[in-house]
C-alpha cells in the first residue's frame, strides 16, 4: 500500500520561507511520477510541482518560488517555497502515480493514483 505523509505546513508571513516535506517509500519515490498540489478554500485543486522517477526531471508552476527536490536515501520528497504570497494559502497535498514518464502532464490532469491527507499552509500579509 502506498503511503504518502505530509508534513511542516503551518503560518508564514507574507515573503517569508517554508519547506513542507512529504514521506513515502524507497519503491514509490524510485518509481513513480511525485507531484505537489494544493487547493485554497473555495478554489480547485491546482498542481504545483512534479518530479520524474527516472531522471528526476522537475516542473513547478511557479517558477522562481517553488521548488520540488526529492532525498532517496531519506525516501522524502521536498517542496521549497520562497517569497510567499497570501494567495499561496492552501492545504496542500503530496501525490503520487505509476507512470514513469509524462509526470509534468499530471499537474494539469490531476489524475494520480495515490494521494496525502494534507499539510496546511497559511500566509499572513
Known amino acids: 500500500q502506498v503511503q504518502l505523509v505530509e508534513s511542516g505546513g503551518g503560518s508564514v508571513q507574507a515573503g517569508g520561507s517554508l519547506t513542507i516535506s512529504c514521506a513515502t517509500s524507497?519503491?514509490?519515490?524510485?518509481?513513480?511520477?511525485m507531484g505537489w498540489f494544493r487547493q485554497a478554500p473555495g478554489k480547485q485543486r491546482e498542481g504545483v510541482a512534479s518530479i520524474s522517477p527516472a531522471d528526476g526531471a522537475t516542473v513547478a508552476v511557479a517558477k522562481g518560488r517553488f521548488t520540488i527536490s526529492r532525498d532517496n536515501a531519506k525516501n522524502m520528497v521536498y517542496l521549497q517555497m520562497n517569497s510567499l504570497e497570501p494567495e499561496d494559502t492552501a492545504m496542500y497535498y503530496c501525490a503520487a502515480d505509476q507512470r514513469q514518464y509524462g509526470c509534468s502532464s499530471l499537474l494539469i490532469s490531476g489524475d494520480m493514483d495515490f494521494w496525502g491527507k494534507g499539510t496546511l499552509v497559511t500566509i499572513s500579509s
Open positions: 524507497a519503491y514509490v519515490i524510485s518509481s513513480f511520477c
